[in-house]
Structure formats: structure tokens, C-alpha cells
DNA sequence: CTGAAAGCGCTTACAG
DNA sequence: CTGAAAGCGCTTACAG
């Protein structure tokens, strides 16, 4: 690999020189055109880390994501990808798997590797990455320390699948979460829950799908999700799991029982029955994300500020019929 | 940021020392107390980008895959993480959404920033990644390049897929596959056909899934995937796309057509009907890459040589009826 | 418009 | 066991 003096030396101008031409410096023509032929004969490229360490900054951004198995965050990492690589940033995706301690490991890697800002999805480790003093903004899931966030509006996304199910006559509903709840599983139970209580129904069952077992749904009461006729998951792996369990048992979806999940991945279209949902702006969180960390490594000040994207409920086949 | 320099001015010792510390060098107890005790003042992180400088090596490795909506390749990431961490060294996922000038932009960038090495699955710029003399593995497509090579025993799965379909009763034979087809596409494919020869049958027809729109599958000579009873989709995605297909014209999985796809992604046995399909062995196909790649940095000339691994057909619902 | 020189934060022979 | 010094490949005031 050849370096800048390399190229300094065949083009018989100063490194010095051949830095500008590269960063866009003064550079006479007579010298940009040497320089020119002198970088192809070599077939010479900067060098990343070295140009970082004297920069201080990277052009890189960290992409923090819980899980790369659900499908929201691979596509979530397009679009952070797409409108960063557009303004010249490279995206570094990390999965931090669940672990606080990859996570705060990839934290001090990004730190130490001169990255120029953070987007995380895993609501966690906060104060981590505050301690750090690089610019950080939170997608779909809060860091609770005042990180410029986007989020799409999960509260009313669980209001309107409320009432989309007591329109086709649902009447005992359920919800259904993961063991462990972020902001946004919160703001969608409780957008659904608020708006059953205000219709004058009873509070919904809570179930839990496990994600380790199998299409497993477990609830602490011990009654059978089979009970209900109008079910809301948390995310449309979750609704598949409750629909493929129920088959189990012998309940048809939608004919005894109405399901609808969030997200909107690829495969609820696909699937059979295909999957009532509320489609969240994906592309859009990760596009507004992007810029708002772009906007802050820019300087500006963006404490607080939140975006909410609006959803929308997509009514497919497994909300196709009335209940009786 | 506090820098070696100041743990070296707080502990009374030279940058040298310091430098062994973290190294492994020789270091007087007392100097190593010194130190840690600095290290926990300024809460000290050694800087990567500085340190990949000097050893012109940067303990990272990179995975080009070509895309990260098909779960198959987050789950081969998961694995090549896994044991890469094990050994010390951190990937980075590097997404060519499909895009030779991405791919290439990677490459230059993984090489200008001295990662160790790299393993990519996408089948394209064989060339680009010899020429940078970085070490490299392929994992499923291969590069033609002789680099080392892991993959799944593809023909072999083809052709118990085909054994499979004819046991259950199936006469006439379809394959679907990806608009471009790569080396494991390919020796599915061949797996599939040559035994359908070899059993005296007419070669199956040839299907495409199209990627982009939905659910969509063609075929150049207008024929109705309707008119097949055994379908081997070349993934488990083109798989659920066809049975979705067959639902919308009336036929029905498996009653009238058994459908067979390959790679058994999570939503596979979630699938209503589940899918049979043939199982990769994914979390040892990233662990063997990634040993591979570590054996060629740690300078092992391993050219030409290739794992391949053994596969399973799994068998769910959606050939669990025999077609009569 | 250009070059010499210092500096980014580390590592590593080389003396001692 | 330890320190002074050069070097990794770049960037950027500062003179000129």
C-alpha cells in the first residue's frame, strides 16, 4: 500500500500538498494534474485511520441495535444507512444481543474510534452513553436521558387497534408483550388498555410471548390466550406466535378470533392469514434519526426534542370478519 | 478524553510503561499499582484509532453480505460474532445491499483501516478483495477467487428435496428461484434437477421469485405454478411467497401442491402451514469461516480448501399430505 | 499557491 | 524493568 509521501514524492510536490488536493485545499492546476497521475499510477488511498487520528473524527456512526432477528432493525439499519451514506457518513451496525455488556463495549469502541455520533434503539445504558459526550439520539426505544428521540406514536397505534377490534365486535380482548418491556411495548398496551377502559370494557388480559421457546404464549393467570376474541401483540412476530398457537389449540384466525400485530415486517403480508398491523414508518425514523445526529454533530443543541411519526393500522385478513 | 500521556504523568512513569501495562510487557508491581490507580482516576480507555496506527492492524474483521432483509444472513452475522468476540476480535457488518460500488467502497474502506481480514457472502468482486492482499473466506457464495470457501452441501440438499417430493407422491416439479442466481442457488438447483433426471423425469420447470414486488412469481413461458404438485423454492422466503401464490389462485398447501424451501429462517416452523425445508447448519457455517479466517491472519496458507457442510431436510406441514 | 514542521495517541526497538 | 525517541499516515496552522 502506498502512502501519501508515495505519492508526494512521484508527483514532486509536498505531502503537504497532496493533502489538499484531497481535502479540497488550494492546489494549482499544474499540481492537481501530477497529483492526478501520480494517484493512479500508485492506485492510492487515503488512509482512513490515519486521516481519523488526525481529525479527531471518523465520519462514522454507530448504530446500536437489541436484536438483529427481528426484522424492524435490519430494516431500520437501511435507512440510517441510505440517508447517512448520502451526507458522507459510513454506519458501523452493532448488535448488542440483549448484552448490557456488549452494549457499553461498543460504546467505548465507537468512542475510542473517533465516531462522530451514536444512534441507539436498546433504551439502555443512558447514563453510558452520556458519561461519553458524543452525540447520541435515541430511535423507537428512549435512553430516558434527554437524547433527541424518534419514535412513531405507539400510544395511538394501540388506541386505534382498540377500536378497530371492538368495531368488528370483539369483546374480550388481550394483549400480548415481550418479557421484558420497552417504551414503545408500554405506549402501545397502554394507548390499548386507555381506550378499552374509556369504552367501558374490562382491562384486557396481559400475556407474554416467550422468545426463546418456541411459539410459546404464557400468562401469569394462567388463562388460555383461546379465551379471547380480539388480540393486540406487540409486534407482528409476537401475533404470529399467538395466531400459530392458537391453530394449535383449534381456534381459526380470524373466524373465532382477531389478531393484530405491529411493525408491519415483510412477512405480514406473506403470511396466511395475512396480518392486521399498524405499519410504523420505518424508513422515515431512520431517515429523521440520522438527520437529527447529523444535525448535532453539526452543533446544534437538541436536547428534548422529540419526533413522533404518525402509524397507520393496515387491515388484512386476520381482522377480515366479524366477530359474534 | 484523557490520553497514555496523562496516565503516565499521574502514575510518575514513562508512555512506555504505560504502553506495556496495557500490552503485556514487563512491569514493575509497583508501576503496575501506579498505573492502575491512574487508569481508574481519568477512567482511562486506551484510544483504538491510535493504537490501530502504530500496529497497522486493527483486530476487526469485516462480513459483506449482501443484504439484511433475508434473515438468513443476520443469523450468519450472530455467529460470526459470536466467535469472533470469542477470540478477541470485533466484526463489522458491512451491508452491499446488492450494490457492486458499495461492495468495492467496503472493501476500500476495511482496507484503508486495517482490519485483519475479511469474509464475505456475497459472491461478487472476487477480483477487488485478492487484489487489496487482505485475507479473505467466503461463506456461501463463493468468490471464484480460491479463497477459502464454507458453505452447506447445496446439491446434496437439492436432491433430498427431490427424493422427498417423490415420495410423497409428487409427478410434476417445479423450481423457484432468485432473478440472479448465485453458486448456492445453483447447486440447489442442479442437486434438484439431476435427481429428477436420474428418476426418469421430465427436467422440473423453472420459476423466479420476484424480490421486488410482491409476492409475485414468474415464469418465462407463462406456465401456472398452479399445474405442479412439488415446488422446491430456492429459500424459505421464495418458499412462503409461493405458498402465498397458491392460496390467492385456490390451491391449496399441501393438499394439491407440497412445497419444500430451503434455509429453515425462524418464521419456517411459525408458518401456517409450517414449512419443511432443507436446515443449514448457520451457526457452525459462521464459526468455521471465522476459525478460517483467523488461521489465515494468523498466516496459514489455506488457499483452495473448502468446508462443506451437511444439511437436513426438515419436514413440516406443507409436505405432510401425500399428493395422490 | 506551497513546504517544513509539529502534532494526533499509540507502539516498539534500542540503550541503559 | 524502564525511558527517550522514532515512527505509523495523515492534517493544519504558519511562513513564505
Chains 1, 2 share one sequence.
Not at 37 to 43: D, E, G, Q, S, T
Not at 123 to 147: Q, W
Not at 217 to 228: A, C, D, F, R, T
Request: with cysteine; proline share 4%; net charge negative.
Amino acid at each position: 500500500m502506498s502512502t501519501m509521501y508515495d505519492v508526494a514524492q512521484q508527483a514532486g510536490v509536498s505531502v503537504a500538498t497532496v493533502s489538499r488536493y484531497f481535502n479540497g485545499g488550494y492546489v494549482s492546476p499544474a499540481a492537481r494534474e501530477a497529483i492526478d497521475a501520480a494517484v493512479n499510477v500508485l492506485a492510492y488511498k487515503p488512509n482512513r485511520i490515519a486521516r481519523t487520528l488526525s481529525n479527531k473524527s471518523s465520519q462514522i456512526i454507530g448504530l446500536v441495535v437489541p436484536s438483529v432477528t427481528n426484522p424492524f432493525f435490519p430494516e431500520l439499519a437501511r435507512a440510517v444507512e441510505g440517508e447517512a451514506s448520502r451526507k458522507g457518513y459510513q454506519v458501523v451496525l452493532c448488535n448488542a444481543e440483549g448484552s448490557i455488556e456488549k452494549e457499553k463495549a461498543f460504546i467505548d469502541s465507537l468512542t475510542s474510534s473517533f465516531a462522530s455520533g451514536i444512534i441507539s434503539s436498546t433504551g439502555n445504558c443512558g447514563d453510558y452513553y452520556e458519561k461519553n459526550g458524543i452525540p447520541v439520539v435515541s430511535v423507537d426505544r428512549e435512553l430516558g436521558t434527554g437524547a433527541p428521540h424518534v419514535t412513531s406514536d405507539n400510544y395511538f397505534g394501540g388506541k386505534i387497534v382498540c377500536e378497530h377490534l371492538l368495531e368488528r365486535g370483539c369483546q374480550k380482548l388481550a394483549f400480548i408483550g415481550a418479557s421484558v418491556e420497552s417504551t414503545s411495548q408500554r405506549y402501545r398496551r397502554e394507548g390499548f388498555f386507555d381506550k378499552a377502559t374509556q369504552m367501558g370494557l374490562p382491562m384486557p388480559a396481559l400475556f407474554t410471548a416467550d422468545e426463546t421457546d418456541e411459539y410459546q404464549i404464557l400468562n401469569k393467570e394462567g388463562e388460555q390466550l383461546s379465551v379471547y376474541d380480539g388480540i393486540f401483540a406487540w409486534n407482528d412476530f409476537a401475533a404470529i406466535q399467538a395466531i400459530r398457537s392458537l391453530h394449535q389449540v383449534g381456534v381459526n384466525v380470524p373466524q373465532q378470533a382477531l389478531v393484530v400485530g405491529f411493525d408491519d415486517i415483510h412477512i405480514a403480508k406473506l403470511y396466511t392469514p395475512s396480518l392486521s398491523t399498524v405499519a410504523q414508518p420505518i424508513y422515515e425514523m431512520g431517515r429523521a434519526a440520522t438527520e437529527l445526529l447529523l444535525r448535532q454533530i453539526a452543533g446544534e443543541k437538541l436536547q428534548g426534542v422529540t419526533y413522533l411519526l404518525s402509524v397507520s393500522l393496515i387491515e388484512r385478513e386476520t381482522t377480515r370478519h366479524k366477530v359474534v
